[in-house]
């Protein structure tokens, strides 16, 4: 008995089709430079700070640029001993206000791949993060109509696969997802029985690093440019 | 001819089936009791600079307590000329997360209206908002069961109302909604040849206030109370 072909692929948003951890990193190199008016950041605590406190609050707030920012106001009054000037978090502010604004870059060649993609396939569009700021994103991206639906969600774990996989009415072995993020694009839907095509991106936020899976998976290809991602889907055919 | 029977009743969430403008009420009581401590608020003007922040800001931040926090602290640092102390500002914070953990209050008798309509047609649950902190409500409120589908979408806008016609397949004179606000759950709706039950909430916050639904409109009913919605259902019937 084969295989059943492929019949849906997915598509990350945020770092695989455009550019956004840059924006992210850019915000927090400034709230460091703020910070260092009050302290010596250059042990790296802030950073450190930073990230444990998103990390107890993201049950709370979830993923995105709010909850960064309020992570950001939160940490920068604890570790200043509430000494900061409202000045200065006004600036903060501002930091996460600029993220929610930058506007949208697809990344080289990505337009064209999902372009040729498309015309072979079902695609569905798998973004987590903030519903607001994620819907102006895919509108401004131009790339809407090249989806047949566009899943914005609030994490992207087993339960939140099975799902689509349920929607859509597929096995997991008929689906590809492609992605910047092992943890949230590749693992689960790997687990799950499905492929993923993993097109690593410059920089990758710190909580998005941790994950379980195996290298060399035979389910897993990785390309280095959107150009190679035929061939890594061909290979799974 | 004869009109198509109903075939869908949607549901909206915050202030129709569980509490929720009164803890955000709350968060801005205690909010002018802080900013009282620098400011003259006896005129109201911190309520109407703070509405007028939000409605600045609701295009880059969307509904929620996430945005409505952010604009709390930036309404603040702007009122009081920098003057807030870092302190005060850490409460707001926590004013904005308190209204983010509270717990989920069914309103008396919506468990059982729902129940009862969900036996007799296919329900979705349509609600506007903070995609992380709607998901959680929705899970702790233990209705999700009732519903064939949850939708959380940026707006309630005759284009979202639309999309939703387009995926159930249904036309717009085949669709009840269900919800406190003539804005977001009954005009839109009405507008498309839809159909509207009105059920006013105590509280209702001012941005939702604004609407252009004439008075007794044939396709509308209001009700006082949850075990009032199946009669008014009847009439459209």
Same mark, same amino acid.
């Given at each position: 008995?084969?295989?059943?072909?492929?019949?849906?692929?997915?598509?990350?948003?945020?770092?695989?089709?455009?550019?956004?951890?840059?924006?992210?990193?850019?915000?927090?190199?400034?709230?460091?430079?703020?910070?260092?008016?009050?302290?010596?950041?250059?042990?790296?605590?802030?950073?450190?700070?930073?990230?444990?406190?998103?990390?107890?609050?993201?049950?709370?707030?979830?993923?995105?640029?709010?909850?960064?920012?309020?992570?950001?106001?939160?940490?920068?009054?604890?570790?200043?001993?509430?000494?900061?000037?409202?000045?200065?978090?006004?600036?903060?502010?501002?930091?996460?206000?600029?993220?929610?604004?930058?506007?949208?870059?697809?990344?080289?060649?990505?337009?064209?791949?999902?372009?040729?993609?498309?015309?072979?396939?079902?695609?569905?569009?798998?973004?987590?993060?903030?519903?607001?700021?994620?819907?102006?994103?895919?509108?401004?991206?131009?790339?809407?109509?090249?989806?047949?639906?566009?899943?914005?969600?609030? !994490?992207?774990?087993?339960?939140?696969?099975?799902?689509?996989? !349920?929607?859509?009415?597929?096995?997991?072995?008929?689906?590809?997802?492609?992605?910047?993020?092992?943890?949230?694009?590749?693992?689960?839907?790997?687990?799950?029985?499905?492929?993923?095509?993993?097109?690593?991106?410059?920089?990758?936020?710190?909580?998005?690093?941790?994950?379980?899976?195996?290298?060399?998976?035979?389910?897993?290809?990785?390309?280095?440019?959107?150009?190679?991602?035929?061939?890594?889907?061909?290979?799974?055919?």
């Amino acid at each position: 008995m084969t295989a059943p072909p492929i019949q849906l692929i997915g598509f990350d948003a945020d770092d695989t089709l455009w550019r956004s951890q840059e924006y992210f990193d850019q915000a927090q190199a400034e709230y460091e430079a703020i910070l260092g008016r009050y302290l010596d950041v250059q042990n790296h605590t802030v950073h450190q700070q930073l990230l444990a406190t998103e990390r107890r609050n993201i049950k709370l707030f979830g993923y995105g640029a709010k909850g960064m920012t309020l992570s950001m106001l939160e940490t920068a009054i604890a570790l200043t001993e509430h000494r900061i000037s409202a000045s200065d978090l006004a600036k903060v502010l501002e930091l996460g206000k600029a993220v929610l604004e930058h506007p949208v870059e697809l990344l080289p060649g990505m337009r064209q791949a999902v372009e040729d993609i498309a015309l072979r396939f079902d695609t569905v569009l798998i973004t987590k993060g903030d519903l607001f700021h994620q819907e102006r994103k895919v509108r401004e991206s131009g790339l809407s109509d090249l989806f047949r639906r566009i899943e914005i969600v609030s !994490e992207k774990d087993l339960p939140t696969y099975t799902r689509l996989f !349920e929607e859509f009415q597929i096995a997991a072995a008929q689906f590809v997802m492609i992605g910047n993020s092992l943890r949230s694009d590749i693992e689960p839907v790997v687990r799950l029985g499905g492929y993923g095509i993993h097109i690593p991106y410059s920089t990758t936020w710190a909580l998005e690093t941790e994950h379980g899976l195996e290298a060399d998976h035979p389910r897993v290809r990785q390309v280095q440019q959107p150009s190679d991602i035929a061939a890594a889907l061909a290979e799974f055919g």
